[in-house]
Structures are given as structure tokens and as C-alpha cells.
């Protein structure tokens, strides 16, 4: 059986025609019957016939001839059929190929043109940004340079330039009624003192002669000497002083201490009018009586001083001129034994905690009848009535004294009193006038009793009639004072130093004689912060005005000098020396997360901007004279800006006193690239200048001052170069965009920090230190927290002191706490204020501590700040990676540099008598940092 040509054991089945295709079924039908094959041959014949008759109708390809008796084989015409058709399908591929590969280059181009289109359109988009970003930036400037030519145009006042008189300044004065009626606006000649005079004073060289009605001692020499040769006011040209000062010399050393003086008062009243300068009656004169050998010594009593002031410790009534004449504290000594005038004081200071001491009240004294007799009210006798009635009423208030201090004895209230009325027998005694309690025993002897008093009784001279001011009352009080214990003065008729300009109530309690009775309820009603904030008052009034002769004297002549509402000296800058260097531009850093570029807008381009100095130069005179006095410093310095300076309220900022302001999108708010564009605010514009300390890191150093690039409203970079060894020649400093001044100091010293420098012309101050890396966002931060409050150390790294219990002393702490007190000037923002205040008013001793130890300076900044504000630091948001990580190991980081810092904390809390640092348990953010937001909107800062 083949099926090659469908050949059956010689049948051949052709199937070119119906009737052999009747003829084949006819065949195949015999051939089934008569052989019978198998079901498998059948099965595939019926699969045969299956395909055949699907190829013949289905697909209707053209018949095959099979003919007889041959075998099946290819019919070529098919092949050939079919290799034309592959031939024709392989053109017509290839021609679509091409016509593929001519689509896709076509494609190809099409794409490169859209992209480089779409590189023109960005470009386009770009430029156009770029095209409204300069013209907005070129709108702010011109709004901005409009505003500063407005301000441009606003007087500016410097400091006091002088205005001398001459020789010819002289008016003539409308003479008083008596001279006893003096008053400055009768008895003074101001066209001689001008505003702008800066106060010239003439001191009399009063070399003895032999003619002199008074003794010229060697204390007297001393004074006129040691205290008034350092005065700034001093002059040498008689003609153009404003003030012309006689320092009067003491009574003859022969008489005894407390006896009745004897002067011949016309030959003293001769002696004055012989000046070559008293011009007929002493105005611009003042007659400075002090001593500390005698405490009842009064030699001007009956001399006719004209119309010349009259400073000393001891008045009669009818002999002191209120506002006119000026009492002046006891002297102890001509010698500054306990301080040189400029700031430093002892270390042994008295503690002014705990509040409560040992006594509650403490007095001791002697009543006697070995004064000096007490001068009447005028020359002219009294009646003797109206002596008699005088007499009587004192000694009744001398009973009613001494029966109290008899019951205070007794008293448990408020604590333990201490009421010594009779002196030891070999103790000391010192004699006032009479009706004035003697003082007992030596000084150290009464200091050591005063300092375990709380409080202390001062019972001034009991003829209120006739006296208004001794030696001996004043000596108590400078007493009282430097121990630390509260003066209760007994009768408000005393005049205490210098109570024209000092509010002696924050220090002193001045209860009426008629109070006597009800003191220990009074003193008992007062809290223990009420108590310690009137001994640190009295601390201060003691240290500024009485502690020293060169004090006094200057408190003397700063009582004249703000009667005439003429301005102090200004105080001095610091001349530092530069090291010249050149600036090399940098290459543009790549911007960072924090970096002014990153955030939502850049502030507008400003120019470099000087903070207004010395705005206040005559209102500090007039309406803050009181203030100067009663406030540290004191009012013996003029400063170009003070942080306490006053702010205008919000409304003023658009109605009549805009200039200088920029409120954040011009009043209306906003957050973003609106926020970041304004300071806003309450107070106008500024900038902010960054001090940095560095010592022989170079590489360092150059990368610190390289981070500064970009940031805005940053003034100058003052770089303190604390080596003794100038920096490289070939160093390549970068060039930032803003002055680099280099400052070698004159010796290494971390005190070099807070140096007021002159290259220094902004409120601002940013302390920081080479290896700190900090980020723009968080210095910006830190500007705009600091702007709202100037008067505080506002900064990143805080720490706070401890009290260790077992040792019962202060312990630094650096661990992560929720409480803290210092705010490390490693990093910091403060006022130059207090740089003046660090370098000129703080305790020397504290500086020189910080040299011994080459530490410490940041935490006597901070005990400076918060002993001046009670305040304490405030803290900013900073990231955790706050020294730079390729920076050398620091030396803050062993184990003695720790130490030493605990016992520079220990020691400044004993210099300043307490301690000074507060508390706080907060630090400041941005105002939506952690606020949740509409994806529409902006934060003020992105990471802040």
C-alpha cells in the first residue's frame, strides 16, 4: 500500500475529474469490501480524504493531476508559484523595512527637534524667571533705595562734639534774696556750660603757702591728686571750664575731734573771694569739703561762699540749699584700698544669700553728751519758748527710741534682734554731734556684726530741726551697705548721698519716727525676694557711688553734670590693629539644605548698613536721668545703643515713623518667600556683624568664612586672631561678598572676644567660634529671635549649673537636660552693649580668672547678662550636628578643661555674691515648624 500518488496495491486514484472521482469512490468502495483493511489504515485514509477535501473547497487551490501508475511527487508549477510569491513577500518586506527604517530616522528627528524645542522653551522659561526675578529684585531695590534715600535725609546725631566757652561767656545774673535762696537757675552761669561742651572742668592747684585758714593735709593732697587727676572732665585751660572746683582743706589738727569748731569764717570768706576765677561771687564754683579723719567737722558754717556750690557729709538746716548744695558720702580713706575705680573689687565680698540671716534686726550704739554741740536754726537767738518746746519734743522721741529698742529685745517676730545700747568698755567710741547715737568699736568689729544682720537701725541726728546730714549718719550707711545689710533709717528728714538723682528707697527702708512702734511687723511683711532685690540694689549703689574716693568724686560731678543735662563722655571703642590680607573669589559652592539660596526667597540685595549710633544722646539726660542713676551701669558713660532702647508700637511702623522698618509684605503678613524677603518686626531694619575667634587653624578658619557666602544681612566678619604669630602670607582668603577684618590682638586671651571693637557697627553681635558649623537658616533664625529680644543671649548649645548638694557648691553640667541657664558664646547672638559691660563695668577679677584658667569667658558673659537683666538665655533650634566633624579635637572636650569650668562657676557666683543665672525650660522654633500645613502652603523656614 503507498499513499505516494494514493497508490493501493495498484490502484491509482486520480482525482482530476468527477467521474474518476465517482470512478475512485467506486474503486476504494470494492477495494474496502473485498481486502477489508484495518481500522488504522481506514483512519488514516479518512484523514487523507479529510485534508483533500479541505484543500479542494476551503482553500480552492488549483487540482493535482496524479497520474496513473507514477508515484506522488512536488508539482514544480506550485513551486515555482510559490517561490515567485516568496520572492514578491521578500520585496515587498524589504521595501517596508526601508520604509520602517525611513519612518523611525524620521521619528528620530522628529524627537531630537521636540527635545532641543523643549531645551529652547526651558531656556525661554528660565530666562523669563530670571527676566521676573531681576525685575522684582530691581523693584525692591529701587523701593528699598527710595526709603533709604528718604532716611538718608533724616538727621543723624553723633556723639557730643565740644562747644567751649571763652573768656568773654559771661552773663550777668539777677542776684537772689540771700544766697541762703540759691538756687541753678539764679546762682548758675550755664551759657558757660553748653550741651556740647562735654562738661570741661577747672580743679584750683591749691599748693600750700602758709596763708591757707584751712590745713591742706596729705589726705587733702591725695583727693586732689589720685581722684581728680583721672577725671576725663578734667581741664587745664581755666577760661573755657564750665565748673571750677576748690577742694577745701580741714580743720587745724590741734583741736580736738569733736569739739566745737573754731574758723575764722571772714578770714575763709576773704580766702574765696581772692580766687582768680570767682568773679565777685563764686557762681560755677564748687566747694568739695571731704574727710576721714573727723566726723563732725563742718568748717563752711558761717563763710560766705556766695553762690558756689557746697559738697560735703555734714549740713545744718538753714546752711543746706536742696538742689542747689550736694551731700556726699563719709570718705574712708584717699586711697582706693578697696577697689581701683574701674570695676574691680574684692573677691571677699559678703554673700547676699540666704536672705535671712543671723539677726533679723541689729542695732549698736551709744547715746552720749560728748558731741559737739548742735548749731540753732539761724543766728538770730531763739525764744526760750520755742528753744524750750525744740528740747522737749526731742527728747521725747528719744524716750519713745529707746523704749522700743528695749521691747525689740524681746521681740520673736521676724526673728532674733540684737539691741546693743551702751559700748564695750574697752571698746572704741566715736562721737558725733549731739542727739546722734555714738558708733561703737572699730570698723572690722561692726562690719562682722552687720553682716549677720538682715536689717540694721540708722537713726540719723534727732534734731530734725537743725540738721539734715552728718558724717557719722553716712558712715553707717556706707557701713550697712558694703556688708550687705538693709539700712532702716529711722525719720525722713535725713538727706541721704546724692538723693537728688538716687532712689535710696529700692535700698533703703525710710520709715517715719512716728513708725517706730510697728517696725518689726513692717520688716516682717517682707518677702525673701523683696529682701535679696534691695541687697543687691544696695550692692550696686555702694560699688557705683561710695565704695571708693574716685567714686564719690565722679558721682559728684555727675550730679552737677546732669543738672545741666549735659551728656556724659562717650565710651571708648577699642582701636584694634588689623592684619592687611587679601580675597580670593571661590569657586560657586554647591547649595545646601539650611543655605539662604535653598530657602523660599532671598531678601532683597542690601548695602552695607552701620546701626544708628548715639540716638538718645540728650534724652538720656532728660527723661532717663533718673533711670541712669538707679540702673547699672550708672550714668558716667554714654553709650552709641543700649538693648533697653525703646520700641515704637506697631501702629507707628505706618502711620508717621516707618523709616527704616520692613514689615513682612508690607504689613499684610505672609509666610515664605514673603517672610523670608522682610525682617518685619519692631525694630528697623539692620544688620548683624560676626565676631570669630581663632587661633592657628587655618584650613579651618578659611572654611568657616567660606560658609558665609550668600548670607544675607550679614554686615562684616571681625576674625580675632588670638596668636601671637600672624597668619600665612600666601593664606587665600575667601571673598564672601562682605569686609573680612583680620584683628591681632595683643596677647592671647579669651577675654579678646568681647572686645568692643571699633570694626564692630552693628547692635548685632554673632560669637562664634571657627569650628562651629552652623547653617544660614539657623543663624537667620537666630538674628530675627534675637531682634525681639536685644536685651538676652540668644544661641544654640546650652548648658546649666547645678547644685551639688554633698559638696554645697554650684556643679557645670553639659548633659541633655529640659532645664537650662547658659547659652554658650560658641555660638551666640548679643548686644555690643555688652561688650562694653564685659570689658569695662564686670569685676576685673572675673577677667583675670578667665585668663588664669584660658576658659571660661562664655560663662561669664552669661553670669554678666543675667546679673544685668535677671534673665535668662534664650535658645534656638539648631541641628544635632553642631561642631564641624573634620574639625581637631577641642580642648573642651578633656577632662580639666571641665574642671576648670566648675570652679570658674563657683567662683563668679562668690564674686557677684549670688547667682546671677536663671533658669528657663523652653528654646524657640519658627512659629509653624511643627504646624501641619495645606500642601498650598509655606513654612517660614524649611528646616527651622
Not at 515555482?80 to 521619528?107: A, M, P, T
Not at 541726728?461 to 556688708?483: I, K
Not at 560657586?588 to 548695602?607: L, N, R, V
Not at 553640667?813 to 552693649?833: D, P, R
Request: net charge negative.
Amino acid at each position: 500500500m503507498s499513499l505516494n500518488g494514493i497508490k493501493i496495491d495498484g490502484l491509482c486514484l486520480n482525482n482530476d475529474g468527477h467521474g474518476e472521482r465517482r470512478q475512485y469512490f467506486k474503486d476504494l468502495k470494492r477495494y474496502v469490501k473485498n481486502t477489508r483493511p484495518s481500522r488504522l489504515a481506514v483512519a488514516l485514509l479518512l484523514i487523507f480524504l479529510g485534508y483533500n477535501y479541505i484543500i479542494d473547497h476551503v482553500f480552492n487551490f488549483p487540482t493535482k493531476t496524479y497520474g496513473p501508475y507514477s508515484d506522488y511527487d512536488l508539482d514544480l508549477s506550485f513551486r515555482r508559484r510559490d517561490i515567485k510569491q516568496i520572492d514578491e513577500l521578500k520585496k515587498i518586506k524589504h521595501s517596508i523595512s526601508v520604509e520602517l527604517r525611513d519612518l523611525e530616522n524620521r521619528q528620530n528627528k522628529i524627537q531630537e527637534d521636540i527635545s532641543n524645542r523643549q531645551k529652547s522653551l526651558n531656556y525661554v522659561e528660565q530666562s523669563m524667571k530670571k527676566g521676573k526675578a531681576e525685575v522684582e529684585r530691581l523693584q525692591r531695590e529701587i523701593n528699598q533705595l527710595k526709603n533709604e534715600k528718604f532716611e538718608a535725609l533724616l538727621p543723624k546725631i553723633p556723639a557730643p562734639a565740644r562747644l567751649l566757652a571763652t573768656a568773654d561767656d559771661s552773663i550777668d545774673l539777677s542776684p537772689p534774696i540771700n544766697n541762703n535762696g540759691c538756687q541753678m537757675y539764679n546762682c548758675f552761669d550755664y551759657s558757660r556750660c553748653s550741651l556740647y561742651s562735654q562738661f570741661p572742668v577747672y580743679v584750683y592747684n591749691m599748693e600750700p603757702t602758709g596763708a591757707e585758714p584751712l590745713l591742706r593735709t596729705q589726705f587733702m593732697a591725695d583727693v586732689s591728686s589720685v581722684v581728680f587727676g583721672r577725671s576725663p572732665y578734667v581741664t587745664n585751660d581755666p577760661e573755657a571750664a564750665c565748673l571750677y572746683i576748690i577742694v577745701v582743706g580741714e580743720i587745724e589738727a590741734s583741736q580736738q575731734e569733736n569739739s566745737q569748731q573754731q574758723i575764722n569764717t571772714a578770714a575763709v570768706s576773704a580766702w574765696l573771694r581772692a580766687l582768680p576765677f570767682w568773679r565777685g561771687d563764686g557762681r560755677n564754683h564748687l566747694l568739695v569739703y571731704l574727710s576721714s579723719r573727723s566726723t563732725a567737722q563742718n568748717p563752711l558754717l558761717g563763710v560766705d561762699t556766695g553762690r558756689a556750690i557746697i559738697a560735703q557729709s555734714n549740713f545744718v538746716r538753714n546752711q543746706f540749699r536742696a538742689k542747689f548744695d550736694v551731700v556726699v558720702p563719709f570718705m574712708v580713706s584717699a586711697s582706693d584700698d578697696v577697689g581701683d575705680g574701674d570695676g574691680k573689687i574684692k573677691e571677699e565680698i559678703e554673700s547676699q544669700v540666704p536672705a535671712m540671716r543671723h539677726y533679723f534686726l541689729s542695732f549698736e550704739g551709744e547715746w552720749s553728751e560728748m558731741g559737739e554741740a548742735a548749731p540753732l536754726v539761724s543766728h538770730v537767738q531763739e525764744r526760750d519758748d520755742e528753744k524750750k518746746f525744740l528740747l522737749e519734743e526731742e527728747s521725747e522721741f528719744h524716750n519713745v527710741f529707746t523704749d522700743n529698742l528695749s521691747s525689740f529685745r524681746q521681740s520673736q517676730i521676724g526673728g532674733k534682734y540684737l539691741m546693743r545700747t551702751h559700748c564695750d568698755n574697752d571698746g572704741q567710741v566715736t562721737h558725733g554731734y549731739r542727739s546722734e547715737w555714738s558708733l561703737c568699736g572699730n570698723r572690722a568689729t561692726r562690719l562682722s556684726l552687720l553682716s549677720q544682720s538682715t536689717f540694721v537701725l540708722i537713726p540719723p541726728v534727732e534734731r530734725h530741726d537743725a540738721f539734715t546730714a552728718t558724717s557719722l549718719f553716712s558712715l553707717r550707711l556706707h557701713e550697712a551697705l558694703n556688708s550687705g545689710a538693709i539700712p532702716v533709717v529711722i525719720g525722713t528728714h535725713a538727706h541721704l548721698p546724692f538723693a537728688e538723682f538716687i532712689d535710696w528707697s529700692k535700698a533703703v527702708v525710710i520709715i517715719p519716727q512716728a513708725r517706730i512702734t510697728e517696725l518689726p511687723f513692717l520688716l516682717s511683711s517682707f518677702p525673701h525676694a523683696e529682701i535679696l532685690s534691695m541687697r543687691r540694689q544696695g550692692r550696686f549703689l555702694y560699688e557705683t557711688y561710695l565704695m571708693t574716693p574716685h567714686r564719690i568724686v565722679e558721682s559728684l560731678l555727675a550730679v552737677i553734670r546732669s543738672r545741666l543735662q549735659i551728656p556724659p563722655m562717650p565710651v571708648d571703642d577699642v582701636a584694634g590693629q588689623l592684619i592687611p590680607h587679601t580675597s580670593h573669589k571661590v569657586d560657586k559652592k554647591e547649595i545646601s539644605p539650611g543655605d539662604a539660596q535653598s530657602e523660599f526667597g532671598m531678601p532683597p540685595p542690601e548695602e552695607k548698613m552701620s546701626s544708628n549710633k548715639f540716638m538718645r544722646n540728650y534724652t538720656i539726660t532728660t527723661i532717663d536721668s533718673s533711670t541712669s542713676w538707679n540702673d547699672i551701669p550708672g550714668p558716667f558713660h554714654l553709650y552709641p545703643h543700649t538693648p533697653q532702647d525703646r520700641i515704637l508700637p506697631t501702629d507707628a511702623q505706618f502711620k508717621g515713623s516707618s523709616n527704616g522698618f520692613r514689615p513682612i509684605c508690607g504689613g499684610m503678613g505672609g509666610t515664605g518667600k514673603e517672610y523670608e524677603e522682610s525682617l518685619g518686626g519692631n525694630s528697623p531694619r539692620e544688620q548683624f556683624t560676626i565676631v570669630m575667634l581663632t587661633y592657628e587653624r587655618e584650613q579651618v578658619l578659611m572654611q568657616a568664612v567660606e560658609r558665609l557666602q550668600g548670607l544675607p544681612h550679614l554686615n562684616k566678619v571681625v576674625v580675632v586672631w588670638n596668636s601671637p604669630n600672624a597668619p600665612s602670607s600666601d593664606l587665600h582668603w575667601p571673598d564672601i561678598g562682605v569686609e573680612v577684618a583680620v584683628i591681632r590682638t595683643q596677647r592671647n586671651s579669651l577675654n579678646n572676644r568681647f572686645l568692643p571693637y571699633e570694626q564692630i557697627e552693628t547692635e548685632a553681635v554673632l560669637s562664634i567660634d571657627d569650628d562651629a558649623h552652623l547653617r544660614h537658616d539657623e543663624m537667620l533664625f537666630g538674628f530675627r529671635v534675637w531682634r525681639e529680644s536685644r536685651d538676652r543671649v540668644v544661641g544654640f548649645p546650652g548648658r546649666f549649673h547645678a547644685w551639688n548638694e554633698k559638696d554645697k557648691q554650684w556643679n557645670y553640667n553639659s548633659n541633655h537636660t529640659c532645664e537650662l541657664s547658659m547659652v554658650l558664646t560658641g555660638a551666640a547672638f548679643l548686644h555690643k552693649y555688652y561688650l562694653y559691660m564685659y570689658s569695662y563695668w564686670m569685676p576685673a577679677v572675673i577677667r583675670e580668672t578667665v585668663d588664669e584658667f584660658l576658659n571660661c569667658e562664655d560663662i561669664a558673659i552669661n553670669f554678666l547678662v543675667s546679673h544685668l537683666t535677671r534673665k535668662p538665655p534664650i535658645k534656638v533650634t539648631s541641628r544635632w550636628t553642631f561642631k564641624c566633624p573634620g574639625c581637631p579635637v577641642a580642648l573642651s572636650n578633656s577632662d580639666e578643661h571641665f574642671n576648670e569650668r566648675q570652679v570658674c562657676i563657683n567662683r563668679f557666683a562668690q564674686v557677684f555674691g549670688y547667682m546671677p543665672l536663671v533658669y528657663t525650660q523652653f528654646r524657640a522654633d519658627s512659629v509653624l515648624f511643627k504646624t501641619r500645613l495645606p500642601h498650598d502652603k509655606q513654612k517660614c523656614f524649611r528646616f527651622v
